[in-house]
């Protein structure tokens, strides 16, 4: 199962003042998608290739760093099913 960023539901602009378009761009297509994009990488082609999210994050100690650190943080930035 490759995992894929999710949209953002509401425009980048959407939190201004408090956080610009510029600073939810950065953070959502470049620091999320490289949580997704090393998540990936570190489960293909291994048996974990398959699981869930929630799966990989429920037993990242025991797979790897690379699948605790970045399952972990694709997990923080989607579990609240926001987006």
């Not at 539901?9 to 939190?15: D, F, H, I, T």
């Not at 297509?29 to 429920?58: M, P, R």
Request: aromatic share 8%.
């Amino acid at each position: 199962m490759a995992f894929t960023l999710p949209a953002l539901p509401y425009a980048k602009e959407a939190l201004e003042p408090y956080i610009d378009a510029q600073t939810m761009e950065i953070h959502h297509d470049k620091h999320h998608q490289a949580y997704v994009d090393n998540l990936n990488k570190a489960i293909d082609g291994t048996e974990h290739a398959e699981k869930s999210l929630e799966d990989l994050v429920k037993s990242a100690g025991s797979i790897s760093p690379a699948v605790r650190n970045n399952g972990g943080g694709h997990w923080n930035h989607t579990f609240s099913g926001k987006y």
